[in-house]
């Protein structure tokens, strides 16, 4: 069998492994697993989060009905803007921050998958969507660290509960059912890889901030 031929969610997680494994050893998230990060710190990373989130959910808004693996896979819930909105409101921060150095360069990632590659779009929310996985914990350990019984302000971090393993396996089965050619797969893990390589880029802008 081809590297072509394995499932598409195989693919992109051994195709974005390396990638994945680096990201969750930056600075940024390692404070975040270990409590260490303030009610302020994740208030300002909320701001840079919500617009490249906002970005990718109007472009993929915009392609959506003439893509069909837009369609197929991405979902009104999977999009990420309300849920930034209502954290958002929670800490009484705004999304109009001035961008960071990493947030431009996702907007741009954003711009020319939508312009010119617009499948692309999939593969970044492949990894946005992937995120949740380890999300939920994160948001676990920073309801403890302070002293939170619900979920209130972390909803970008948990947004689907008790839910999220079974949406996900629903996801990467609709994925999987695609007929996309071996051009089309390439693109999505690259586009993938892409993602990892802007999130990292912004933590670290976030994580020298801080320091």
């Known amino acids: ?19 994945h494994d680096k990201a969750e050893r930056g600075r940024l998230p390692v404070r975040m ?6 009610r302020d710190e ?15 959910d109007a472009a993929i808004l915009e392609h959506r009905d003439s893509i069909p693996g837009l369609k197929a896979l991405v979902e009104d819930i999977q999009l990420q803007g309300p849920y930034y909105d209502e954290d958002l409101a929670h800490y009484g921060a705004s999304a109009q921050a001035e961008p960071t150095p990493g947030v431009k360069a996702m907007l741009e990632a954003i711009e020319r998958a939508r312009r010119s590659a617009p499948l692309a779009l ?16 994160v948001a676990k350990k920073l309801r403890a660290a302070w002293g939170l019984n619900g979920g209130d302000g972390l909803r970008t971090l948990d947004p689907y509960g008790k839910n999220q393993r079974r949406l996900w396996e629903k996801f990467k089965a609709a994925l999987d059912a695609q007929p996309f050619t ?12 892409t993602m990892f390589e802007r999130v990292m880029e912004i933590h670290e802008d976030l994580a020298a901030a801080t320091a």
């Open 122 to 137: 999939l593969g970044l929310h492949y990894v946005r969507e992937g995120a949740n996985n380890g999300n939920r914990y």
């Open 1 to 19: 069998m081809s590297a072509s031929d394995l499932p598409l969610s195989r693919m992109m997680k051994e195709g974005c492994a390396d990638l």
């Open 182 to 193: 071996a051009e089309e797969k390439a693109l999505l893990v690259q586009a993938g890889r």
């Open 42 to 56: 994740f208030a300002r990373m909320l701001c840079q989060d919500a617009i490249w989130n906002k970005a990718l």
């Open 33 to 38: 697993t270990s409590g260490e990060m303030t």
